[in-house]
């Protein structure tokens, strides 16, 4: 009962009196609810990769958007986590309960190896040559046919759940968690460091801060979730293949996540929840000019928005406050937290 | 087969060094990452296609594609890119969304289907015993022409030095009544002309198709951080080094078709474990 209450009161005094946080909530719900209004699979299906390519996206928005490291090669991270699970559940037989965590932690490996020779390497430097890494695992990829497939990929990867509302329930809790999760870390002191290290690395570095460690860390962070990614869509899509690591899947979460609005983590959720389903859309009503709207269309949400979709949303319905920095809605005439008047 | 890995060898640095010259002047003086620059060079590819079909010599064809490349490609910059050229990210996705753009329209109106241009210098010639296509050399010599070209208006003219005092430093070249804004659109502008030049070069050569900017994005993309950003010397440098890599792996090793641009990004990498600034970049402390 205590319990209850409390959260109620949580729900009262933090969520309900800023109006993001309330979409927030109506969204989660109604992603929980959909199944019971509708059980078509088609928008299961969008749904469930729409959930997926949201951890992905996200997780590029903590290394990119917080960190500052600008990764142009994240399809290695989903393409090592996908390639990682498919490997094992084809030459070992392993159940993919086991197999995903184990492609996660070795995306994970995988983001400190690309992390290590990035440390020195600056903005340009080193998106490029982030950019070369998964290009690079594609060659080799194509070198071993016999072992990962070949151009082919690995087909018929066992399902994570018997019915298709049980691999949307899973999916879909998935990727609440990672989100979540995510959001928590950016709030976090770790997050605080990661724009520190944005902002000026030099400076982070004179106030004390390892900026090694707190890079690899990001690194990892980000590799993890990616990874986790790539290995559920290996299973849901029941193929590993080379185009989890084309140029085209490294570009997609930065498209994302810029559309959505970057260092935010719910930018990048809102990109994808945004552009997936349209794009998936326009592959039925006009297939032939899809990616011509679709490239339209980011075009001029960038020229017009160019922090992206949810922070011009946001500073559009909330204001912060001017001397405690906490957000309110922008209907409000006093700060919610210090009562300082605000300007409307 | 020594003379093949050559003559194939200098015909892609030539290619690619004209690609990474106008990408590196772009980055350079604009600041701008442009991911569609070689979308542009495939544009250029689509115009000689269309343009000799329909019956127009080779140099009124070049002319005619390189005034269309510079046009549209001004246009896209001035109405999607100039506004939101202080975010980087922003500036990468817009750039890309521009490749892709153009990608779509050529599926539109030509189709998906891999086309062939046929060659404006058909032949060969011998030259002391090995047998050279006449097209691989008017390759050769264009590209030539347009870097000596590119070299000599940046060191002998007013414009050039304007164009590197822009380079340098932005605030204080326009400090110093350097128009900065028109500077940058005449450097775009060299850019579209030096990749709608390497476009009409490559056309006679390779299969033309709506997804071949990919493949010389990334080659470019890497010979320019290999050779240093800011730095053309480099990017040239760099250009021929990825060209030779390529064609020494694709002769070489068997089934290496596959591995030419994990070898040569390979390269890049290997580069920036010993130097993080590229051949010829300036270091972190200088670079602004």
Redesign the interface.
Known sequence: MYHLRSLIRHLRVEVLVLPSRVIALVFVIGLLLFPLLTQDPYLLRMLILASLFSIYAASWDLLAGYAGQISLGHALFFGVGAYTTALLGLHLGLHPYLTVPLGAIVATLAGLFVGVPCLRLRRHYLALATLAFPLMLTGIVFMFPNFSGGEGGIWRIGRLASTRVGEYYLIVGVMLVAVFSLWRIAGSRVGLIFHAIREDEVAARALGINTVRYKLLAFAISGFTAGAAGALYAHFARIAGPSNLDLFMSFQPVIWTIFGGAATIYGPVTGVFVLYPLLDSLHVLLPQYRMLLFALLVLFILRFMPQGVTTWIRDAIETSCPSCRVRNAATRRSCRACGTPLRN | MVADILVNGLVRSGVYAMLAVGFGLV?GVGRV?NLAHTAFYMVASYGILHFVATGLGTPLAVFLTALGVIAIGLALYK??IE??RE????V???T???A??L???L??FFGSEIRHVPAAFPGYTRIAGVRLGNQEMATLVLAAISLLGTWLVLSRTRLGLAIRAAAQDREVANLMGINVNRVTAIVMALGFLLASLAGAAVAPLLPVEPRMW?HP??IV??A??LGG?GSLKGSVIGAVILAFAEVLVVFLIP?GS??R???A??I??CV??IR???LF?AG?TE?R
Do not use: K, R, S
């Open positions: 980055f990452l109405f999607f506004p939101v975010m980087e990210a922003t990468l996705i817009a890309l969304a521009v892709i753009l990608q779509e329209l599926l539109v990919m994005l990334v993309l890497a320019v951080v950003l089934g596959y591995l641009t994990a070898i990004l390979l890049m990498v920036f474990l993080p600034e590229g970049g972190a670079e």
